[in-house]
């Protein structure tokens, strides 16, 4: 349907918490995740929640088979995720670099958990339950923190590890 703009951190839209959807299968559901997936792929995003749109409800979307952003990255599942729940199935966290839609040009270390467990509905109200590993993981995390009001700088535990991509990727000989 569109590209929408995507609102950059200090929006205040940005800090509070998504209302649960409550209707499934609705005409303005359908046309939030068009233009979801539509800012999402030509934002080069590995996912993208509501709010980062300005709708304050719970519905996020990730997935792709590559990422210019994550080279390195396995292919995520195309997926709508509607309220969703996430359980960690481990302990074990990883701190890795991420970057954000709303926080452009700029990437920081964040500790994630490595194995998670998800649940929610895509947007016809068919339930979802999918583990997940990893960068897999690591997506649905940061994308479902966006229906709180958190975004990735507030995980970090380092802030030397924060920085301006261009100078992050000079720093590592272009890579």
Request: aromatic share 8%; glycine share 10%; net charge negative.
């Amino acid at each position: 349907m569109a590209v929408r703009t995507v609102l950059k951190m200090g929006n205040p839209k940005l800090l509070q918490v998504a209302k649960p959807v409550k209707m499934f299968a609705t005409p303005e559901l359908d046309a939030l995740v068009e233009d979801l997936m539509d800012t999402m792929q030509a934002e080069d995003g590995a996912g993208l929640a509501a709010p980062q749109i300005g709708v304050g409800i719970r519905v996020v979307v990730f997935g792709f088979e590559s990422n210019i952003r994550y080279p390195e990255a396995a292919p995520v599942p195309q997926t709508v995720l509607v309220n969703p729940l996430i359980e960690p199935l481990s302990d074990e966290r990883e701190a890795a670099w991420e970057g954000c839609l709303s926080v452009p040009g700029l990437r920081g270390v964040v500790p994630r958990y490595t194995h998670i467990r998800y649940r929610g509905f895509d947007q016809f109200g068919v339930a979802i339950e999918r583990e997940a590993h990893d960068f897999h993981a690591r997506v649905v995390q940061h994308e479902c923190d966006h229906l709180d009001g958190i975004l990735y700088p507030q995980r970090m535990t380092d802030m030397r590890l924060f920085g301006f991509t261009e100078v992050l990727e000079g720093l590592a000989g272009g890579s």
